[in-house]
C-alpha cells in the first residue's frame, strides 16, 4: 500500500512536472511567433517587402517605391537646370510644331486666344492695375518653362512630347519674346544660362500668411458670417458661358453667320470652350472644321445619332479616340448634342438620319 501511494504521487508529479514545461515551451513559442511578427516577408505582385509591424503608424499597405516608379514622379527641374535630360532644339525647329500642338490655345504669336494663357509680351505692364504676366514679362528662370511644357503640354496630352521638341517650343517661346536669337540650340548645358528679363523681380517675402489672431474661445458665431462680395465682379474669370438662360441668350435659335452657314449658337458656345481645342487643331486624331470634310462626311454617314452617341459616350477609332464629351464632364448631353450638330453644320457634310 506504501509503495503504491508512494507510486502514484511520483506519476502524479512528473505530469505536473510535464505540464510545465509544455506551459514553458508554449510561452517561449508565443514569444517567437510575436517576435517574428515585427519581420514578416510578403509578397504583392512578386516583389518581396519587409515590414516593420512595431513601427508607429506603419499599416502594411502597399510596398516599398521602386527606382523606376520615383523616377517617374521626380521630373522637376530646377533653376540651375539640374534634372533637364539630354536633347537640344531651336526656335526654328520648333515654330512648326507650336502652330500644330500650341497655337490653338495660345495664339499664333503667344497672345492667347480667348481666356487661354498669354505667353508672350506684356513687357512693362506688372506694375499697372491689369499687368500681363507672360512667360516673357514675369517669369524669372527659362527652366521653369521647360519643365511646365514636360510636365504638362500639350494640353489634351501631357507628357507626351519628346526631349527634342520640348527643347524646341521652349527656344520657339523664348524667341516670341525676343529674349534669344532664332537660330539657338537649347540643350541640358546652356538653358539654365538663359536670363529672363524679370530675373530679379521675386523675393523671400518673410510677412506670415495671415495676421488674424487665432481664436479658441468666444469666437464668433460662424452663422453670423455672411460673404457679401467676391471676385466674380472683377470680370478676370470668364463665367459668362456657364449662365444658363441669360438675357439675351438666344438658345438654340439658328443665326446666320458671315460664312452663310447656319450655326447654333449653344453649340458654338460649347465648341469654343470645350471642344475647339482639340478640333481646331486636330489633336489625338480629332477631324478640324475646316479642312477634314471627308473625315466629317465619314462620320455622318453612319448617322447623327451615331456620331452624337459617339461624342456622349465617347469612342476609339482608327486615327485617334474620343474621350466621353471630350473630358469635359460637366457638360450635359444635350450641350455635348448641340456642339456636335454644331461642327456637322460648319463641316458643310450631309447628314444622315
Known amino acids: 500500500m506504501f509503495k503504491s501511494t508512494n507510486y502514484l504521487a511520483f506519476i502524479l508529479l512528473l505530469v505536473a512536472l510535464s505540464g510545465c514545461g509544455t506551459e514553458k515551451k508554449a510561452a517561449i513559442n508565443q514569444q517567437k ?11 504583392i505582385g512578386g516583389t518581396p517587402h519587409k515590414i516593420d509591424s512595431t513601427k508607429e503608424g506603419y499599416y502594411n499597405v502597399g510596398t516599398p517605391a521602386t527606382p523606376e516608379e520615383i523616377a517617374g514622379w521626380d521630373i522637376d527641374i530646377r533653376p540651375d ?22 497655337a490653338s490655345c495660345h495664339g499664333v504669336f503667344g497672345e492667347g486666344s480667348g481666356r487661354w494663357p498669354k505667353l508672350a509680351g506684356g513687357f512693362g505692364t506688372l506694375s499697372s492695375d491689369r499687368p500681363d504676366k507672360t512667360v516673357g514679362s514675369y517669369w524669372p528662370y527659362a527652366s521653369t518653362l521647360w519643365d511646365y511644357i514636360h510636365r504638362a503640354m500639350p494640353f489634351t496630352q501631357p507628357q507626351s512630347l519628346s526631349n527634342d521638341e520640348v527643347y524646341a517650343l521652349t527656344a520657339y517661346v523664348l ?7 532664332e537660330d539657338l540650340t537649347l540643350n541640358a548645358q546652356n538653358l539654365a544660362s538663359v536670363e529672363m528679363p524679370n530675373k530679379d523681380g521675386f523675393f523671400i517675402d518673410t510677412r506670415p500668411d495671415s495676421t488674424n489672431t487665432l481664436c479658441m474661445s468666444n469666437c464668433r458665431d460662424p452663422d453670423s458670417i455672411k460673404v ?9 474669370t470668364p463665367v459668362s458661358h456657364m449662365n444658363q438662360g ?50 466629317w462626311q465619314k462620320r455622318a454617314s453612319q ?42 453644320t460648319t463641316a458643310g457634310v450631309e447628314r444622315a438620319n
Not at 228 to 236: F, I, K, N
Not at 326 to 340: I, R, T
Open 33 to 43: 511567433s510575436l517576435a517574428s511578427l515585427s519581420q514578416i516577408e510578403l509578397r
Open 228 to 236: 457679401t462680395w467676391d471676385a466674380s465682379d472683377l470680370g478676370v
Open 175 to 181: 524667341y516670341m519674346n525676343d529674349i534669344i536669337d
Open 303 to 344: 448617322g447623327t445619332e451615331v456620331v452624337i452617341r459617339h461624342a456622349i459616350e465617347g469612342y476609339s477609332g482608327d486615327k485617334g479616340m474620343m474621350p466621353a464629351k471630350g473630358g469635359q464632364m460637366h457638360l450635359s448631353d444635350e450641350e455635348v448634342k448641340a456642339a456636335v450638330m454644331h461642327m456637322l
Open 246 to 295: 441669360d438675357e439675351g441668350d438666344e438658345g438654340n435659335e439658328d443665326v446666320q453667320i458671315k460664312s452663310g452657314k447656319a450655326v447654333n449658337q449653344e453649340g458654338l458656345r460649347v465648341y469654343n470652350t470645350a471642344c475647339g481645342v482639340c478640333h481646331n487643331s486636330g489633336v489625338a486624331g480629332a477631324p478640324t472644321l475646316l479642312d477634314n470634310s471627308a473625315d
Open 81 to 102: 537646370g539640374t534634372g533637364l535630360p539630354p536633347g537640344s532644339g531651336s526656335a526654328a525647329d520648333g515654330e512648326d510644331m507650336y502652330q500644330a500642338k500650341c
